[in-house]
C-alpha cells in the first residue's frame, strides 16, 4: 500500500497487540506468585515449570514463521493462523489459572496449559509481527502503524497489570480467584485478537518468488546482521522487564506491606507509557532512533538502581515515582526496536530478494517469549538461593532477612545490570546498520 493508512485499518491492526500484551505480561507477571503462594509449590519447581514450555515456545517459533511466510506467498494473506491462534488462546489462557490441586499437580497442569497456550500465541503472535513491514511500501507509514500498536500494547499491558490481580481480589482470591481472572481476561484477551485478524485481511503480504523451506528460510535470516545485533539488545531488555515484573507482587507483599499494590506498581510502571508514546516518536524523528534508545535503556537501568534503597526503606511514594520514570522509559524500549525491526526486514530484502518477514519475526518472537518466560525463572532462582519460603493461600509465612534482600535485589538491581548490558549491543546495532547502508543498501539506523 502506497498511500496513507486511515486511522480506522490501524486501529484494526493495533487492536491485536491489546490480547498479546495481556499474554506477554499476564503470566510473567501473576503466574509464579500463583504457583508459590497459592498452590504451594517450591519456587525452584515452580521456575522450572514456567520456563520449560517457553522453551519450547523458541523452537516452535520460527518454525510458525516459515508456515507464515509459506501461507503468505500461497494466498497473499496470514490470516489463517492469526485466525487459529485468537480462537484457541484464551482457553487455554483460562487453563493456565485452573490448577485443580495443590503441589506437584498444580505444577504440572500449569506446565502443561502453558506449553499450549504459548503454542496458540505463536499462531497469532508471528504473523502479526510481520504485518508491519507489509503494512505500507512507505517507511514513515509503517511507523505510524508501530505507534498505534504500542499505544493498543500498553492498554493490554494495562489490563493484565492493572485488572488482572483486582479481579482476583474480587473473587475472592486464592484458587478460585485466580480461576475467575484467567476466563475473563481470557475473553478479553481473545476478542482483541479476533477482532485483528479480522481487520487485517486488506493487507498483501509478497514475501518472495516462491515459499522457502524452514532451513532455507533461517538460512536467508542468517546473514542480516543489524537484525541479530538488534534482537540481542531487546532480548536483554525484555529479560530485564520479566524479571521486574515477576518480582512485583514480592516487593509488594514483602517490602511495601500489601500484596494489593502490586497494582498500582504495575501501572506506575506502565501508564507513563502511553503518554510518552508519541513524545519518543518525536524524538526519535529529530535526534534519530538509536541515540534515543540509548538514552532510554541507560535512564531504565538508574532508575533501577535508584528503585533498590527506596523498596528496602519501605518508602512507596518514592518507589512509585521511579517506576512511572521506568514507564517513561519502557515506552521507548518497545517503541524504537519495534520500529526499526520493519526496516531491517526491507534492508535485507535488496541483499537476499525475498521479504521474508515470517523468517525474521519468528526468530524476534522465539527470543522475546523465551527471554519473558526466563525472567520468571531468573527471580524464582534468586527466591530459591536466597531462601524464600513458598506456602500455600491463607498460610502466613515471615521471611528471612536473606529472603527479603533477595527478592529486593531480585526486582531491582538485577533488571538494571541486564538493561546496562543491552547498550553495547544497540551500539553494534548501530554500527552494524551503517555497514549496510555504505555497502548500498538503505537502513533505518
Not at 525452584?44 to 522453551?55: F, T
Not at 507509557?273 to 535526534?287: D, E, F, I, Q
Request: with cysteine; proline share 5%; aromatic share 8%.
Amino acid at each position: 500500500m502506497k498511500g496513507r493508512i486511515g486511522r480506522g485499518r490501524l486501529l484494526g491492526y493495533a487492536l491485536g497487540s491489546v490480547g498479546t500484551g495481556v499474554f506477554s505480561t499476564t503470566p510473567g507477571l501473576l503466574l509464579l506468585y500463583y504457583l508459590t503462594d497459592v498452590m504451594g509449590v517450591p519456587a525452584a519447581v515452580a521456575g522450572v515449570a514456567l520456563v520449560l514450555p517457553k522453551a519450547w515456545d523458541v523452537l516452535l517459533n520460527p518454525y510458525i514463521g516459515t508456515l507464515s511466510d509459506q501461507e503468505a506467498v500461497r494466498t497473499g494473506r496470514r490470516t489463517r493462523l492469526l485466525l487459529l491462534g485468537a480462537i484457541t488462546l484464551p482457553v487455554l489462557f483460562a487453563l493456565m489459572f485452573a490448577a485443580p490441586a495443590h503441589g506437584t499437580v498444580a505444577a504440572v497442569w500449569v506446565m502443561a496449559a502453558f506449553l499450549l497456550a504459548a503454542s496458540a500465541f505463536a499462531a497469532f503472535q508471528v504473523p502479526y509481527v510481520a504485518l508491519p513491514a507489509e503494512i505500507s511500501d512507505l517507511p514513515e507509514e509503517r511507523s505510524r502503524a508501530m505507534a498505534w500498536r504500542i499505544v493498543a500494547l500498553t492498554v493490554g499491558i494495562l489490563v493484565a497489570g492493572g485488572l488482572a490481580p483486582e479481579l482476583v481480589g474480587l473473587a475472592g482470591d486464592g484458587r478460585g480467584g485466580y480461576a475467575v481472572m484467567g476466563a475473563v481476561i481470557g475473553l478479553l484477551m481473545g476478542a482483541a485478537m479476533l477482532a485483528a485478524a479480522l481487520s487485517t485481511r486488506w493487507i498483501v503480504s509478497r514475501p518472495g518468488p516462491k515459499p522457502l523451506g524452514f532451513v532455507a528460510a533461517l538460512r536467508v535470516a542468517r546473514g542480516n546482521r543489524p537484525f541479530f545485533a538488534l534482537l540481542g539488545a531487546f532480548v536483554m531488555q525484555s529479560l530485564a522487564i520479566a524479571v521486574m515484573l515477576a518480582g512485583a507482587a514480592y516487593v509488594a507483599e514483602y517490602r511495601l506491606g500489601d500484596d494489593g499494590l502490586t497494582s498500582v506498581l504495575f501501572v506506575c510502571l506502565v501508564a507513563p507509557s502511553a503518554l510518552a508514546v508519541p513524545v519518543w516518536s518525536r524524538l526519535s524523528r529529530r535526534y534519530g532512533a538509536v541515540p534515543c534508545y540509548l538514552l532510554a535503556a541507560l535512564l531504565f537501568a538508574a532508575g533501577s538502581l535508584a528503585l533498590h534503597p527506596a523498596l528496602t526503606a519501605g518508602a512507596a511514594v518514592t518507589a512509585f515515582a521511579l517506576t512511572g520514570l521506568l514507564g517513561v522509559c519502557y515506552a521507548a524500549l518497545q517503541l524504537l526496536p519495534l520500529s526499526l525491526l520493519p526496516e531491517t526486514v526491507h534492508a535485507d530484502a535488496g541483499r537476499t530478494g525475498h521479504a521474508q518477514a515470517g523468517a525474521f519475526t519468528g526468530t524476534w518472537t522465539a527470543a522475546e517469549t523465551g527471554a519473558m518466560a526466563l525472567g520468571s525463572g531468573v527471580y524464582s532462582a534468586v527466591l530459591a538461593f536466597t531462601g524464600f519460603r513458598s506456602a500455600e493461600a491463607g498460610t502466613e509465612v515471615v521471611q528471612a532477612e536473606g529472603a527479603l534482600t533477595g527478592l529486593t535485589a531480585g526486582f531491582a538491581l538485577v533488571p538494571a545490570l541486564l538493561m546496562l548490558a543491552s547498550v553495547p549491543l544497540v551500539l553494534a546495532y548501530r554500527a552494524r546498520a551503517l555497514a549496510h547502508r555504505t555497502e548500498g543498501t538503505p537502513d533505518a539506523a
